[in-house]
């Protein structure tokens, strides 16, 4: 961002201050957001598809595409400084799912990861999407192997980060909490809401005032919604170890070693049903790698990228 763009974006949160302090709160999360896009040359859109409305962020580039797909109950903005770390010829997506972020959410739609993936395959053919590289965090991995399974032809590479999906061998903190009648992942306080910080990060990033409490105070807000898409997911859940072996395009496989979440003792699921998985387990890093470790996440991405395009006919 230009320096006269962050004067400017410095004066409109003065004013916002005059508001009040709630009203100033959320104005300052707009403006730290709006900045955040910017350096990452990241605008932000709409588009029909389905019967829905879908809100996605897209840096434009020259060459191959990459879709960036988040997990339950987070939204694009996940991957924002992810995608600042993507060398700058790639075109990047990162899209809201249906129920998610600023995309249509309906309470008297059944959310079942069908209807999610439907979504999305819609969403992706709007986009004119034919060819392009796909990458999913926790549930979106989970939309990413079955669209992968069932789209094939249209998918170049996928990348799974800490996916959801597959049951795994040691149960995980949050499956623990479930068991006990707990949902750390649909907070209703924000004390919830530091508790979910909590599962999510195993070294928490810096998160300034006042993004946390405006943060905190959206998932609080969504609760009741995000507890019926909660339900409905699970209430049509299916394992996807399946569809694995369908997955015949080049596939990472990222995972924290302290992810809360999804254990990773998944990953030997993975690799008993892709022989040709390539795996990075990330030491001392929860379920977030995109959020805990951008540079580190996106470096190891782009290599493998760049080692399956290598004399390969992926860009055709």
């Given at each position: 961002m230009s320096r006269r763009g962050f004067l400017a974006a410095a004066v409109l949160c003065a004013v916002c201050l005059l508001c009040g302090c709630s009203s100033f709160q959320k104005s300052l999360f707009e403006c730290s957001m709006s900045i955040e896009r910017r350096l990452s040359k990241l605008q932000p859109k709409t588009l029909q598809a389905g019967g829905l409305t879908f809100s996605y962020l897209e840096r434009t580039g020259t060459g191959e595409t990459i879709v960036l797909l988040h997990g339950f109950g987070a939204d694009k903005d996940n991957w924002v400084r992810f995608v600042r770390r993507l060398p700058g010829e790639y075109r990047v997506i990162a899209i809201d799912l249906p129920g998610h972020g600023s995309s249509t959410r309906d309470a008297q739609t059944t959310y079942t990861i069908e209807f999610i993936v439907q979504g999305f395959a819609a969403a992706?053919?709007?986009?004119?999407?034919?060819?392009?590289?796909?990458?999913?965090?926790?549930?979106?991995?989970?939309?990413?192997?079955?669209?992968?399974?069932?789209?094939?032809?249209?998918?170049?590479?996928?990348?799974?980060?800490?996916?959801?999906?597959?049951?795994?061998?040691?149960?995980?903190?949050?499956?623990?909490?479930?068991?006990?009648?707990?949902?750390?992942?649909?907070?209703?306080?924000?004390?919830?809401?530091?508790?979910?910080?909590?599962?999510?990060?195993?070294?928490?990033?810096?998160?300034?005032?006042?993004?946390?409490?405006?943060?905190?105070?959206?998932?609080?807000?969504?609760?009741?919604?995000?507890?019926?898409?909660?339900?409905?997911?699970?209430?049509?859940?299916?394992?996807?170890?399946?569809?694995?072996?369908?997955?015949?395009?080049?596939?990472?496989?990222?995972?924290?070693?302290?992810?809360?979440?999804?254990?990773?003792?998944?990953?030997?699921?993975?690799?008993?049903?892709?022989?040709?998985?390539?795996?990075?387990?990330?030491?001392?890093?929860?379920?977030?790698?995109?959020l805990e470790l951008p540079k580190v996440t996106a470096h190891r991405y782009v290599s493998f990228l760049k080692d399956k395009s290598d004399g390969t006919e992926l860009g055709r």
């Open positions: 992706a053919e709007e986009l004119g999407l034919e060819r392009f590289h796909l990458a999913g965090n926790s549930m979106g991995g989970y939309v990413g192997v079955l669209y992968s399974a069932h789209n094939p032809g249209k998918v170049l590479t996928l990348c799974l980060i800490d996916p959801a999906g597959a049951a795994s061998p040691v149960p995980s903190d949050l499956q623990l909490a479930v068991e006990r009648g707990e949902n750390p992942l649909v907070p209703k306080s924000r004390d919830d809401f530091d508790i979910l910080l909590s599962y999510g990060f195993h070294n928490r990033p810096f998160i300034p005032w006042p993004i946390a409490d405006v943060l905190a105070d959206r998932y609080v807000e969504r609760s009741a919604f995000n507890e019926k898409m909660w339900t409905d997911i699970h209430r049509h859940w299916e394992d996807i170890s399946r569809y694995l072996g369908a997955l015949d395009m080049p596939v990472l496989l990222v995972w924290g070693d302290r992810d809360r979440i999804l254990h990773v003792s998944s990953v030997s699921v993975y690799r008993r049903h892709i022989p040709h998985l390539e795996t990075v387990i990330l030491e001392e890093c929860g379920h977030l790698p995109m």
